[in-house]
């Protein structure tokens, strides 16, 4: 049990809902909080769902991380879908395991309530990679084309040591409670090698810390898995022969750059680019570079 947090001071209520951006839809497991972007190929389209784009965020940094592929993908014609997961941003923080089946079905049950049919693009970033990859390997008539930004799972990821107590009934509980939401924004904010972007990066993330239940969510996720190997997941997909494009920062320091070679092994058919001078969000610190290549990809057969 948490004790009292000086910095979860707000419940994600109704009111909260009202006044946040975006939308919200309630799914079996809670509200999710979402922004569904219309191109115009999706205006003039034929419905069959392969202009839509869902882009899947990380362990801790809700779907803000999007914000320059969301805009780039729908001006460029795309209905781009971004949501935060449970625990996250403005979506609820169910008293569940956040495990890997818990994501996947959400991801299921949003596209469902929105009638994104598909088949879909997916794109995955950090910790959203295993689960793009679960939910194309369990639904494989409901993805189109996959990209994974520095995904996880290709080997477990090394912990900051704010989180290397999760593991520790009560005592991480009790620990993590003190920790502040200054120290958590710092702690994200090593994702970005470009220390120019880390003031306005921090702002946006602390938003979601004032929201009770958001470290407990952290917790389980740590605690169920998800921040340890997929391999076997990346191992299935490469085996359905599907085509993949992989994003890596030469200079991530959360998923290093090694990784990649392990799941180019796993899925023989990924397509790497590798972006220099760049940490763990490449679509977020380098867009000029990565949307180009992101927008071939996706406009090819």
């Given at each position: 049990?948490?004790?009292?947090d000086?910095?979860?001071?707000?419940?994600?209520?109704?009111?909260?809902?009202?006044?946040?951006?975006?939308?919200?839809?309630?799914?079996?497991?809670?509200f999710?909080?979402?922004?569904?972007?219309?191109?115009?190929i999706?205006?003039?389209?034929?419905?069959?769902?392969?202009?839509?784009?869902?882009?899947i965020?990380?362990?801790s940094?809700?779907?803000?991380?999007?914000d320059?592929?969301?805009?780039?993908?729908?001006?460029?014609?795309?209905r781009?879908?971004?949501?935060?997961?449970?625990?996250?941003?403005?979506?609820?923080?169910?008293?569940?395991?956040?495990?890997?089946a818990l994501?996947?079905?959400?991801?299921?049950d949003?596209?469902?309530?929105?009638?994104?049919?598909?088949?879909?693009?997916?794109?995955?970033?950090?910790?959203g990679?295993?689960?793009a990859?679960?939910?194309?390997?369990?639904?494989?008539?409901?993805?189109?084309?996959?990209?994974l930004?520095?995904?996880?799972?290709?080997?477990?990821?090394?912990?900051?040591?704010?989180?290397?107590?999760?593991?520790?009934?009560l005592?991480?509980?009790?620990?993590l409670?003190?920790?502040?939401s200054?120290?958590?924004?710092?702690?994200a904010?090593?994702?970005l090698?470009?220390?120019?972007?880390?003031?306005?990066f921090?702002?946006?993330?602390?938003?979601?810390?004032?929201?009770?239940?958001?470290?407990?969510?952290i917790?389980?996720?740590?605690?169920?898995g998800?921040?340890g190997?997929?391999?076997e997941?990346?191992?299935?997909?490469?085996?359905?022969?599907?085509?993949v494009?992989?994003?890596?920062?030469?200079?991530?320091?959360?998923?290093?750059?090694?990784?990649?070679?392990?799941l180019?092994?796993?899925?023989?058919r990924?397509?790497?680019?590798?972006?220099?001078?760049?940490?763990?969000?490449?679509?977020?610190?380098?867009?000029?570079?990565v949307n180009?290549?992101l927008?071939?990809?996706?406009?090819?057969?």
């Amino acid at each position: 049990m948490f004790l009292p947090d000086r910095d979860e001071i707000y419940e994600l209520t109704e009111e909260t809902r009202r006044h946040a951006a975006g939308s919200f839809v309630r799914l079996p497991n809670g509200f999710t909080h979402y922004e569904l972007g219309n191109g115009y190929i999706s205006r003039l389209g034929d419905g069959s769902g392969t202009s839509d784009v869902v882009l899947i965020h990380g362990f801790s940094i809700p779907y803000f991380i999007y914000d320059p592929t969301f805009q780039f993908l729908t001006e460029s014609g795309y209905r781009v879908l971004r949501y935060d997961l449970f625990g996250r941003g403005f979506s609820d923080r169910p008293r569940a395991a956040y495990n890997i089946a818990l994501f996947v079905q959400q991801l299921a049950d949003l596209l469902d309530a929105l009638r994104l049919a598909g088949p879909v693009n997916l794109i995955g970033l950090s910790m959203g990679g295993p689960i793009a990859a679960a939910f194309a390997v369990r639904y494989p008539e409901r993805v189109n084309k996959l990209t994974l930004i520095d995904p996880a799972g290709a080997r477990p990821i090394t912990l900051s040591p704010v989180f290397r107590m999760a593991k520790i009934p009560l005592v991480a509980e009790a620990i993590l409670s003190l920790v502040s939401s200054e120290r958590l924004a710092l702690n994200a904010a090593r994702d970005l090698f470009d220390p120019a972007l880390v003031d306005h990066f921090k702002s946006s993330f602390r938003i979601q810390l004032q929201y009770k239940g958001f470290k407990r969510a952290i917790l389980s996720t740590i605690r169920n898995g998800m921040l340890g190997s997929f391999v076997e997941v990346y191992e299935a997909l490469g085996k359905m022969d599907r085509r993949v494009l992989l994003f890596w920062g030469r200079q991530d320091a959360t998923v290093p750059f090694e990784h990649s070679e392990i799941l180019r092994r796993a899925m023989p058919r990924a397509q790497l680019h590798v972006v220099e001078n760049c940490g763990h969000i490449p679509h977020y610190e380098k867009p000029d570079e990565v949307n180009p290549i992101l927008l071939e990809y996706l406009r090819n057969p």
